[in-house]
């Protein structure tokens, strides 16, 4: 049964850092892709980030390039989203999914989804 957990998330100040975790099971992430997307009250899902299955190429949204970084552990069958310089706007709950291969923008592209794990950033 393929699987996927978020956890991480939390109540952070503004400027603090969470690291998000994505634990795959039922599958093996050598040959999928995964993306982080977000969604915020109100709002549509929006992706934030993805890492490719081979050669860990990744991607940012212009809103987050240069505060997170997407990496992958295939041994744990893990991949992190190490978010630092954490601002207000960025509260959202935190999805991860999965698409064979290559990372796309658009979340009807992914088929499967994680629960999500909750980022609330206020002082």
């Known amino acids: 049964q393929v699987q996927l957990v978020e956890s991480g998330g939390g109540l952070v100040q503004p400027g603090g850092s969470l690291r998000l975790s994505c634990a795959a099971s039922?599958?093996?992430?050598?040959?999928?892709?995964i993306g982080w997307f977000r969604q915020a009250p109100g709002k549509e899902r929006e992706g934030v980030s993805c890492?490719?299955?081979?050669?860990?190429?990744?991607y940012y949204a212009d809103s987050v390039k240069g505060r997170f970084t997407i990496s992958r552990d295939n041994a744990k069958n893990t991949v992190y989203l190490q978010m630092n310089s954490l601002k207000p706007e960025d509260t959202a709950v935190y999805y991860c999914?999965?698409?064979?291969?290559?990372?796309?923008?658009?979340?009807?592209?992914?088929?499967?989804w994680g629960q999500g794990t909750q980022v609330t950033v206020s002082s």
């Open positions: 999914a999965r698409r064979y291969y290559g990372c796309s923008g658009y979340t009807n592209r992914y088929d499967s």
């Open positions: 039922g599958f093996t992430l050598d040959y999928y892709a």
């Open positions: 890492i490719r299955s081979s050669h860990e190429s990744t």
